[in-house]
Every structure is written in structure tokens, then in C-alpha cells.
């Protein structure tokens, strides 16, 4: 018998199928162990020793293979082909040596590119054993991590009321995002105009722009006046035009090269709207296969941008089938990472088969909108560049003094464009003149008379740099060399998860406590913030990965220099003091007008200070004078409140009493009397909502919750809709299920509602082992007599009676569904099961059938004899 252990159950199924009946493939489910987070999981002391603990649920799937192992001639490790993957396989060796499972059994490393039958199969005929060198880059990037985490941040605990942790990777990556806010707060708008005239030379009307005024050249931000901008809106009127010049330039622009892990988290970012976590769970699937399907993409955790010679062929015959000769060039497109730190041990991420076109495959949302996108970008990457006629016309006024231009493009030849273009990061609206200019311009002749025929002139302001949105903050990092690409996904959600950062509209805004820990870090663990180091550090554990640098070395010079720094910034005093002093100028910026920044507005006669309050675990900036002034406002440029504290927001229209805005030691609030009653209403200010703009109106709405939304349809009680401690929510029979923003808890109707209730109480029963409660009863069945409902299920809702589910078709509302509707599905499903349950006694049989085949012993030690001269292996215990 031979085992096969994958991460997945679903690639284990896809696997089990392609290998036969003397395999039995089983499923780790990931990670199987782990640094425990507790001191001591890793000991410097002891050269860098580190305790490992078996996740609780891998207990019993560890049990399970080390059975089979027991009963198995070879034991083939088969976990992704990454580093993870590598550390996985290694762990799982680990495991099964220390239960004395294997004895003589061959234990081999087998690793495939995609999880398609030829791929499996010939891993299967190449195996290896496992590669140390990058398991030892694995364990000392775990160690690092470990280190950073529980070293700096009990630091941070201690010093910083309201920190929640520090991280090697993440604490770069915050800086990044608190950088541009600073940038943003610190920027200056400038007011520009531009002069735009529309002219006619015996042709179709033509939009021009002002080059050159009084004799000078014009550039964007040159006209600063609206009286500059008349007086060549004047001139333009006045003068008289002549073409000078009519260029016309092919250009030829060449396809996107296809996907590897970061540019596809950034293109699904831009035009699906997906998180970096969101498109890695839809790729993983798609890696892994769908249903009959086999893998759909190749791996997904990639730095390359290679294809291979198949896949080449086979795109460019998709091209000429679909598109025809012209659009497939006359030599394949070969492409190769520019990053000097890329490893590039993978293909780019491309579809398997490149003749299933994604109009062809039946998936669910996300995983159909993300393989259309693969399969778009690969087959434009081999497909003919696209040619354009861009055309450039100069025209001037006799003295010379006035000049316009007008440009514009036309696409010859579409080419790559006929499928696919990349979507592009932040283009500024006020831009320059470089940008791509769609406009098609009439026929036009040097020489010819322009007639004026309107003139515009139009006022601009320079616009701060953008936000990071989650497609430019992963290119950033990469751009940088910081982290890798299996690991984007995992820092971007913790920086949600840890509250550093919120999001609005999709971009990154670092929240209050976000930006004092970076301001802690730069100003106590400079070294450890710093991009140069950061990237720097990445690339010695890359060449612990290529087997160029121990990995100890590494450990080693990295906390000889974070132990000392960390034990002074722990007995040193007066730590929030010293941030107050150096991060003064940024929360207490120059006004301008001679007056002390730090002057409070509420008391007129104390001083802003940073102050903590290990109480409540958080910092803020307060009155000197405190108790006697109770001023607080957040760190931000608009986190003060204009009038300096407690202010009048008006009247409540429904019952005449006043509306205040009033900052406790909670934070802001607002307050009301109802009538006839002596206690006050109060309601916090949700997360993200600034006490500086805070209208009536949004003081109302937030008193008058909770809301009632209706009755529920099933028992008649109440849902309400309210804001709680954490965050908004609705609340049915004592079930509360979190609604996704505090906008929606004014708007959600009866339908949401009974819906969010419906899959809290769903994952609910879920998670603690039991049966999920059903959306719907539709009662009983009149053959069986057991009753029948609609279920939420991990990949869409069914209906369930008895041991019969049927998935509902698509585009069917759970809540619609009659019970004349779910017997024909039940019936349809029931006719299938017997078929498909005839297969799993043998399966069962397979699984622990003893191998008939005695005479392949001698060629299985063979093939596990075979290993890499350059590598460091790891081999089982004696």
C-alpha cells in the first residue's frame, strides 16, 4: 500500500482518483503543529531551540495517517510546492517518526505544479526527499516572527496602553500606511487652471489645450490666477491660427505578462473588487479542482512568470482558433520577474488547460469571476501587441506669442486589447499631459487656417497623494521587497484584524492607535521599521532558502541586536512623554497665526499633552488641567472638534429638547432628554464617525436606536437593529448577528435581517459540532414522513430530508422555496445516491487493502534512494 498525504481533502479526493486503488490519499488539513504562544517556544539561550505543539484538531487526522502509515510499504508526502508546503511535509515526518510508525517504510517528497492527472502522475514517477534548506528557511522565519512577537510587544503592552502587537512584517507594513497619512495631512493644495479652446480648420470641431503663452512654454501647474488664466483665454480670442504641424506616430504596446501571487492580488483588487484574503481563498479552490474538474489553475504562490512550453502551444492555438493568424506572434512571448529577489521555482499562475475557456465551466461566483480573469490575462499575454496611430498637432499664431495642441489616438490593430487590459492604480485627475488620449481627431493639413470657435478656462486644486487601496499597498511592499507573496494576504488582515487600520471605500486609513504604535516603534525600535532593513532581512532568509546562509547565522545577529533594545526601551521611564515630545509637531501642528498649537480650546489656559490611560487600554491628547477640563480628542488632523468639546447640535424636531455632542472618558457621545423623563438617552459615536463633522441629523439617527425592523415570519417575535459594544447588529429570541456597517443598521429591512439571523444561527450550531437550524421548515414528506428544510451549506443553500440534500438551483431564494418545489429535487437526488454509495465499500476496501504487489518494493527503495547532490534532505529516524 502506498500513502499520499496532501493539505486539502478536496485535492485528496482529486488525487485519489488519478493514483487508483493502491493509494490511499489523506488529508493533513494544513499546518498540523505549531510554536505554542507562550514564552519559551523558542529559547535563544539553547541555540535557538523551539517547542512545537500538535493543533488539537490535527490530533485525529494525525492518528489517522500515522494508522495508515503502519500498513503502508511508502509514504509519499505530497503538500504544496512552497515553502509552507515544504515545512508541512516536514512536520508530518517529524510526527510519524517520533510514534515509530514507519520502520522500514520509504518516505518520499513528491511536489506538482498543477493537480491534473499528468502532473500527479509524473511527480509521482520524480520523487524526492524533503528539501532542509528551505524547512530551515520556514523554521527561521516562525522563529522571527515568534521573536519579534513576543519580545516587542509585551513591550509595547506595558508602555502603550490600547497596543495590541508588533510584528517583523507588519509593523513595516502600517508604517507604509501611516506614512501616506502623513503625507496627505501635510500637503499643501495648489490652485492651478487650465485654458482649453475648441477650433475647426474646414473640419468637425477639435479640442486644443494652451502650450505656450507671452512667448513661454506651459506647463500644467504654470496658470496659478484666474487672472492669468483671462488673459490667455484673451490672447487665444484675439490671435489667429495656423496648423504648424501634423505628426503621426505608431506605437505599439505589448500585452501584461501573466499572473504571479502579488499582481494577481492587485489586478482582482482593481476589477473584482477583492481583498487580497478573498482572491487567495477563490485561487486555493481552483487550485485544488472543483468537483470532477480536476485542478482548474496552476499554483497559485508564485514570484514567476514563466509558462510552459505546453501551455505556450496551447494558448497560441486557443488564439488562432478564437481570433485568428493575425493575433498570434510570429515567436511565443517568454517573460521573467524584473524583482532581484524573486525565486521563481513556479510557473506563472495560468488556467491548466487552456483550451477550457471560462464561458465552457459552470462555478460559483467568485471562483468563475477569478478564473475568467487567469484565463483572460494568459491568453493575452501570447497574443500579437496592439498598434496605434497617435497623432500630435501644433498650432500657433503668427507672432509666435500663443501656441495650442491638440493629441489624440486610434487603434489600428487591437490585438491583446481584443481580450484583456490591465486596469491601472490612481490616476491622478490632475495628471499632466502624458496621460493616454483616446480622443480621435478629424483629417487635418499642415498649413491650414484654425478658427477659434469656443474658449475655456477652468480652476484646479493639486490633490493629495491617494490612500492605499489593497492592489497598491501590495505593490508597494513588493516594489520594496518586503514580504513575500504567500504572506500579503495574511499582513493586510491582520493590520484589519489588530484595528490599526479601518477601511473606507476599499483604502486604508490608519486608526488612532495604528499610528501612535508606529510613533512608539520609529522613535524606540527605529531599526526594526525601517524599509531598508525590512527588505534587507528578507533577502539573507531567501538565501537561507538557497542554501547560501545557515539559518542560525541569521537568528542569531538579528536578537543580538533586538535583546539590548528591547531590555532599555523596557527600564526606561517616561516613555509617553518622550513620544509627546518627538511626535509634538505632528499632533500639534504650527497653526500659522503665532499662537501655541498645544493651547487647549475648551479652557483656554492648560496644555495638550499625549496621555494613556492603562485603564481603558487606550491614548489620546488631554488638558493639563484635568480633572477641572475634561477636553480629549484622537490624534488625527480632523479627529479635534472645531469648537474645542461639548457642543449644541441643535433641537430633536420631534420632541423640542436638545441635541448635544459631549466627550467622556469612553470617547464622544451624543445625549438627549426625552420628555417626562429625568435620564438621559446616550448613544456612542460608532468607529470611523469624526465628533468634527457630526450633524443633527446623524445624532438623531443614532438616538433613535435600537429600531424595531419587523416581526419574524417563523414565530412573530421582534428583530431590532441597534449599535452595541461590538458594533451594530440584529437581534432576534436572543440571537445577535453582526450587520457589515453602522449605515446599514439604519436601513436593513425585514428580508436582510431574517437572513443575517438565519446564518448566524447557521455557523452557530455549526461551530460547536451540532446541527445547523434550517432557514425554512417546509414540513413534512408524504412518502417518508420526515420532515423537510432548507439548509445554509458551506457552498450555497440545499434542502435536506432525512439523508437526502439537493442543492437548490441557482438563482433560487432559500426563503421562496415551496415544498412542491424541493420533491422533485429530492426525488432527482435520491435516484442518483445509490449509484454513488455502490462505490464506497470498495473505496472503503482499497483504502486498507495490503499490497498485492510485493515485487515493487525493490523499485519504490530505488526511487526513494534518489535524492538532490545540492540540497539538504531530511530523512526518516532509524
Same mark, same amino acid.
Given at each position: 500500500?502506498?500513502?499520499?498525504?496532501?493539505?486539502?481533502?478536496?485535492?485528496?479526493?482529486?488525487?485519489?482518483?488519478?493514483?487508483?486503488?493502491?493509494?490511499?490519499?489523506?488529508?493533513?488539513?494544513?499546518?498540523?503543529?505549531?510554536?505554542?504562544?507562550?514564552?519559551?517556544?523558542?529559547?535563544?539561550?539553547?541555540?535557538?531551540?523551539?517547542?512545537?505543539?500538535?493543533?488539537?484538531?490535527?490530533?485525529?487526522?494525525?492518528?489517522?495517517?500515522?494508522?495508515?502509515?503502519?500498513?503502508?510499504?511508502?509514504?509519499?508526502?505530497?503538500?504544496?510546492?512552497?515553502?509552507?508546503?515544504?515545512?508541512?511535509?516536514?512536520?508530518?515526518?517529524?510526527?510519524?517518526?517520533?510514534?515509530?510508525?514507519?520502520?522500514?517504510?520509504?518516505?518520499?517528497?513528491?511536489?506538482?505544479?498543477?493537480?491534473?492527472?499528468?502532473?500527479?502522475?509524473?511527480?509521482?514517477?520524480?520523487?524526492?526527499?524533503?528539501?532542509?534548506?528551505?524547512?530551515?528557511?520556514?523554521?527561521?522565519?516562525?522563529?522571527?516572527?515568534?521573536?519579534?512577537?513576543?519580545?516587542?510587544?509585551?513591550?509595547?503592552?506595558?508602555?502603550?496602553?490600547?497596543?495590541?502587537?508588533?510584528?517583523?512584517?507588519?509593523?513595516?507594513?502600517?508604517?507604509?500606511?501611516?506614512?501616506?497619512?502623513?503625507?496627505?495631512?501635510?500637503?499643501?493644495?495648489?490652485?492651478?487652471?487650465?485654458?482649453?479652446?475648441?477650433?475647426?480648420?474646414?473640419?468637425?470641431?477639435?479640442?486644443?489645450?494652451?502650450?505656450?503663452?507671452?512667448?513661454?512654454?506651459?506647463?500644467?501647474?504654470?496658470?496659478?490666477?484666474?487672472?492669468?488664466?483671462?488673459?490667455?483665454?484673451?490672447?487665444?480670442?484675439?490671435?489667429?491660427?495656423?496648423?504648424?504641424?501634423?505628426?503621426?506616430?505608431?506605437?505599439?504596446?505589448?500585452?501584461?505578462?501573466?499572473?504571479?501571487?502579488?499582481?494577481?492580488?492587485?489586478?482582482?483588487?482593481?476589477?473584482?473588487?477583492?481583498?487580497?484574503?478573498?482572491?487567495?481563498?477563490?485561487?486555493?479552490?481552483?487550485?485544488?479542482?472543483?468537483?470532477?474538474?480536476?485542478?482548474?489553475?496552476?499554483?497559485?504562490?508564485?514570484?514567476?512568470?514563466?509558462?510552459?512550453?505546453?501551455?505556450?502551444?496551447?494558448?497560441?492555438?486557443?488564439?488562432?482558433?478564437?481570433?485568428?493568424?493575425?493575433?498570434?506572434?510570429?515567436?511565443?512571448?517568454?517573460?521573467?520577474?524584473?524583482?532581484?529577489?524573486?525565486?521563481?521555482?513556479?510557473?506563472?499562475?495560468?488556467?491548466?488547460?487552456?483550451?477550457?475557456?471560462?464561458?465552457?465551466?459552470?462555478?460559483?461566483?467568485?471562483?468563475?469571476?477569478?478564473?475568467?480573469?487567469?484565463?483572460?490575462?494568459?491568453?493575452?499575454?501570447?497574443?500579437?501587441?496592439?498598434?496605434?496611430?497617435?497623432?500630435?498637432?501644433?498650432?500657433?499664431?503668427?507672432?509666435?506669442?500663443?501656441?495650442?495642441?491638440?493629441?489624440?489616438?486610434?487603434?489600428?490593430?487591437?490585438?491583446?486589447?481584443?481580450?484583456?487590459?490591465?486596469?491601472?492604480?490612481?490616476?491622478?485627475?490632475?495628471?499632466?499631459?502624458?496621460?493616454?488620449?483616446?480622443?480621435?481627431?478629424?483629417?487635418?493639413?499642415?498649413?491650414?487656417?484654425?478658427?477659434?470657435?469656443?474658449?475655456?478656462?477652468?480652476?484646479?486644486?493639486?490633490?493629495?497623494?491617494?490612500?492605499?487601496?489593497?492592489?497598491?499597498?501590495?505593490?508597494?511592499?513588493?516594489?520594496?521587497?518586503?514580504?513575500?507573496?504567500?504572506?500579503?494576504?495574511?499582513?493586510?488582515?491582520?493590520?484589519?484584524?489588530?484595528?490599526?487600520?479601518?477601511?473606507?471605500?476599499?483604502?486604508?486609513?490608519?486608526?488612532?492607535?495604528?499610528?501612535?504604535?508606529?510613533?512608539?516603534?520609529?522613535?524606540?525600535?527605529?531599526?526594526?521599521?525601517?524599509?531598508?532593513?525590512?527588505?534587507?532581512?528578507?533577502?539573507?532568509?531567501?538565501?537561507?532558502?538557497?542554501?547560501?546562509?545557515?539559518?542560525?547565522?541569521?537568528?542569531?545577529?538579528?536578537?543580538?541586536?533586538?535583546?539590548?533594545?528591547?531590555?532599555?526601551?523596557?527600564?526606561?521611564?517616561?516613555?509617553?512623554?518622550?513620544?509627546?515630545?518627538?511626535?509634538?509637531?505632528?499632533?500639534?501642528?504650527?497653526?500659522?497665526?503665532?499662537?501655541?498649537?498645544?493651547?487647549?480650546?475648551?479652557?483656554?489656559?492648560?496644555?495638550?499633552?499625549?496621555?494613556?490611560?492603562?485603564?481603558?487600554?487606550?491614548?489620546?491628547?488631554?488638558?493639563?488641567?484635568?480633572?477641572?477640563?475634561?477636553?480629549?480628542?484622537?490624534?488625527?488632523?480632523?479627529?479635534?472638534?472645531?469648537?474645542?468639546?461639548?457642543?449644541?447640535?441643535?433641537?430633536?424636531?420631534?420632541?423640542?429638547?436638545?441635541?448635544?455632542?459631549?466627550?467622556?472618558?469612553?470617547?464622544?457621545?451624543?445625549?438627549?432628554?426625552?420628555?417626562?423623563?429625568?435620564?438621559?438617552?446616550?448613544?456612542?459615536?460608532?468607529?470611523?464617525?469624526?465628533?468634527?463633522?457630526?450633524?443633527?441629523?446623524?445624532?438623531?439617527?443614532?438616538?433613535?436606536?435600537?429600531?424595531?425592523?419587523?416581526?419574524?415570519?417563523?414565530?412573530?417575535?421582534?428583530?431590532?437593529?441597534?449599535?452595541?459594544?461590538?458594533?451594530?447588529?440584529?437581534?432576534?429570541?436572543?440571537?445577535?448577528?453582526?450587520?457589515?456597517?453602522?449605515?446599514?443598521?439604519?436601513?436593513?429591512?425585514?428580508?436582510?435581517?431574517?437572513?443575517?439571523?438565519?446564518?448566524?444561527?447557521?455557523?452557530?450550531?455549526?461551530?460547536?459540532?451540532?446541527?445547523?437550524?434550517?432557514?425554512?421548515?417546509?414540513?413534512?414528506?408524504?412518502?417518508?414522513?420526515?420532515?423537510?428544510?432548507?439548509?445554509?451549506?458551506?457552498?450555497?443553500?440545499?434542502?435536506?430530508?432525512?439523508?437526502?440534500?439537493?442543492?437548490?438551483?441557482?438563482?433560487?431564494?432559500?426563503?421562496?422555496?415551496?415544498?412542491?418545489?424541493?420533491?422533485?429535487?429530492?426525488?432527482?437526488?435520491?435516484?442518483?445516491?445509490?449509484?454513488?454509495?455502490?462505490?464506497?465499500? %470498495? $473505496? #472503503? *476496501? /482499497? !483504502?486498507? @487493502? =495490503?499490497? &498485492? +504487489?510485493?515485487?515493487?518494493?525493490? %523499485? $519504490? #527503495? *530505488? /526511487? !526513494?534512494? @534518489? =535524492?538532490? &547532490? +545540492?540540497?539538504?534532505?531530511?530523512?526518516? $529516524?532509524?
Amino acid at each position: 500500500m502506498n500513502l499520499v498525504v496532501v493539505e486539502s481533502p478536496a485535492k485528496a479526493k482529486t488525487i485519489n482518483k488519478y493514483l487508483g486503488p493502491d493509494f490511499t490519499v489523506l488529508a493533513s488539513y494544513g499546518h498540523v503543529r505549531d510554536l505554542p504562544s507562550k514564552d519559551g517556544s523558542v529559547l535563544p539561550d539553547d541555540d535557538f531551540a523551539m517547542s512545537w505543539e500538535v493543533d488539537a484538531k490535527a490530533s485525529k487526522r494525525l492518528s489517522e495517517i500515522a494508522e495508515v502509515a503502519k500498513r503502508s510499504d511508502r509514504v509519499i508526502l505530497a503538500t504544496d510546492p512552497d515553502r509552507e508546503g515544504e515545512a508541512i511535509s516536514w512536520h508530518v515526518l517529524e510526527i510519524l517518526t517520533k510514534k515509530k510508525v514507519l520502520k522500514d517504510t520509504h518516505v518520499e517528497r513528491v511536489t506538482f505544479n498543477a493537480i491534473t492527472k499528468s502532473a500527479v502522475l509524473e511527480a509521482m514517477a520524480n520523487p524526492r526527499q524533503i528539501d532542509m534548506e528551505l524547512v530551515e528557511a520556514y523554521l527561521a522565519r516562525r522563529a522571527l516572527d515568534y521573536l519579534v512577537g513576543f519580545t516587542l510587544s509585551p513591550v509595547l503592552w506595558r508602555k502603550l496602553p490600547g497596543a495590541r502587537s508588533a510584528g517583523r512584517v507588519q509593523s513595516v507594513a502600517l508604517r507604509i500606511v501611516v506614512d501616506r497619512e502623513l503625507e496627505i495631512e501635510a500637503f499643501k493644495a495648489q490652485e492651478y487652471w487650465s485654458v482649453e479652446a475648441d477650433l475647426a480648420a474646414d473640419s468637425p470641431p477639435f479640442t486644443t489645450r494652451l502650450v505656450k503663452h507671452a512667448g513661454k512654454r506651459v506647463q500644467r501647474l504654470d496658470i496659478t490666477s484666474e487672472a492669468m488664466a483671462a488673459a490667455a483665454r484673451d490672447a487665444i480670442k484675439a490671435g489667429t491660427f495656423t496648423i504648424s504641424s501634423v505628426e503621426k506616430k505608431p506605437v505599439k504596446r505589448a500585452p501584461a505578462p501573466p499572473f504571479m501571487t502579488s499582481t494577481l492580488q492587485q489586478e482582482a483588487s482593481r476589477k473584482l473588487g477583492f481583498t487580497a484574503q478573498r482572491t487567495m481563498q477563490a485561487a486555493q479552490k481552483l487550485y485544488e479542482g472543483v468537483d470532477d474538474q480536476g485542478g482548474l489553475i496552476t499554483y497559485m504562490r508564485t514570484d514567476g512568470l514563466s509558462v510552459s512550453p505546453e501551455g505556450i502551444a496551447q494558448a497560441r492555438e486557443v488564439i488562432g482558433d478564437r481570433f485568428g493568424p493575425a493575433y498570434v506572434p510570429e515567436q511565443p512571448r517568454y517573460y521573467k520577474t524584473k524583482a532581484k529577489n524573486a525565486q521563481e521555482a513556479h510557473e506563472a499562475i495560468r488556467p491548466t488547460n487552456m483550451t477550457r475557456a471560462p464561458e465552457t465551466l459552470r462555478l460559483d461566483g467568485d471562483l468563475q469571476k477569478l478564473y475568467e480573469l487567469i484565463w483572460k490575462r494568459t491568453i493575452a499575454s501570447q497574443m500579437e501587441s496592439a498598434r496605434l496611430d497617435r497623432t500630435t498637432v501644433e498650432i500657433e499664431e503668427p507672432t509666435g506669442q500663443t501656441g495650442l495642441r491638440a493629441t489624440g489616438q486610434v487603434v489600428a490593430f487591437d490585438g491583446f486589447m481584443a481580450v484583456y487590459e490591465e486596469g491601472r492604480d490612481d490616476k491622478p485627475k490632475d495628471g499632466g499631459d502624458d496621460e493616454d488620449d483616446t480622443t480621435r481627431l478629424p483629417a487635418l493639413k499642415e498649413g491650414a487656417i484654425a478658427r477659434v470657435e469656443a474658449v475655456r478656462t477652468d480652476q484646479h486644486f493639486t490633490e493629495p497623494p491617494p490612500r492605499f487601496s489593497e492592489a497598491t499597498l501590495v505593490k508597494k511592499l513588493e516594489e520594496l521587497g518586503i514580504g513575500r507573496p504567500s504572506t500579503y494576504a495574511s499582513i493586510l488582515t491582520t493590520l484589519r484584524d489588530r484595528e490599526y487600520v479601518r477601511m473606507d471605500k476599499n483604502r486604508f486609513i490608519p486608526e488612532d492607535n495604528g499610528r501612535l504604535v508606529t510613533a512608539f516603534l520609529e522613535q524606540f525600535f527605529t531599526r526594526w521599521v525601517e524599509y531598508d532593513f525590512t527588505a534587507a532581512l528578507e533577502t539573507r532568509l531567501d538565501e537561507v532558502s538557497a542554501g547560501e546562509l545557515d539559518w542560525k547565522v541569521v537568528l542569531r545577529e538579528f536578537w543580538q541586536q533586538l535583546k539590548p533594545a528591547t531590555e532599555a526601551v523596557t527600564a526606561r521611564q517616561g516613555v509617553i512623554d518622550e513620544l509627546d515630545t518627538a511626535i509634538g509637531p505632528f499632533l500639534f501642528p504650527d497653526k500659522g497665526d503665532g499662537t501655541d498649537p498645544r493651547l487647549c480650546p475648551l479652557c483656554k489656559s492648560g496644555r495638550l499633552h499625549l496621555k494613556a490611560s492603562f485603564k481603558m487600554r487606550s491614548s489620546f491628547i488631554g488638558c493639563s488641567n484635568y480633572p477641572e477640563c475634561r477636553y480629549t480628542r484622537g490624534f488625527g488632523a480632523a479627529s479635534e472638534v472645531e469648537d474645542g468639546g461639548d457642543r449644541d447640535l441643535g433641537v430633536d424636531p420631534a420632541t423640542g429638547q436638545p441635541v448635544a455632542l459631549k466627550i467622556g472618558r469612553f470617547g464622544p457621545y451624543v445625549e438627549t432628554t426625552p420628555p417626562g423623563e429625568e435620564k438621559p438617552k446616550r448613544s456612542s459615536l460608532p468607529k470611523g464617525w469624526s465628533p468634527a463633522s457630526l450633524t443633527l441629523d446623524q445624532a438623531l439617527r443614532l438616538l433613535a436606536l435600537p429600531r424595531e425592523v419587523g416581526m419574524h415570519p417563523e414565530d412573530g417575535k421582534p428583530i431590532t437593529a441597534g449599535l452595541g459594544r461590538y458594533g451594530p447588529f440584529v437581534l432576534h429570541a436572543g440571537t445577535y448577528a453582526n450587520v457589515a456597517d453602522i449605515d446599514e443598521v439604519f436601513e436593513v429591512g425585514l428580508n436582510r435581517a431574517v437572513v443575517l439571523l438565519a446564518e448566524k444561527r447557521a455557523g452557530k450550531f455549526a461551530g460547536r459540532g451540532g446541527a445547523a437550524a434550517p432557514l425554512k421548515d417546509l414540513g413534512a414528506h408524504p412518502e417518508t414522513g420526515e420532515p423537510i428544510h432548507v439548509m445554509a451549506g458551506r457552498f450555497g443553500p440545499y434542502v435536506k430530508s432525512g439523508k437526502i440534500n439537493a442543492t437548490l438551483p441557482k438563482g433560487t431564494a432559500p426563503e421562496d422555496l415551496t415544498l412542491e418545489q424541493a420533491l422533485p429535487l429530492l426525488a432527482a437526488r435520491a435516484l442518483a445516491a445509490p449509484a454513488k454509495g455502490k462505490k464506497a465499500p %470498495a $473505496a #472503503k *476496501k /482499497a !483504502a486498507v @487493502k =495490503k499490497p &498485492a +504487489a510485493a515485487a515493487k518494493k525493490p %523499485a $519504490a #527503495k *530505488k /526511487a !526513494a534512494a @534518489k =535524492k538532490p &547532490a +545540492a540540497r539538504k534532505t531530511a530523512k526518516p $529516524a532509524a
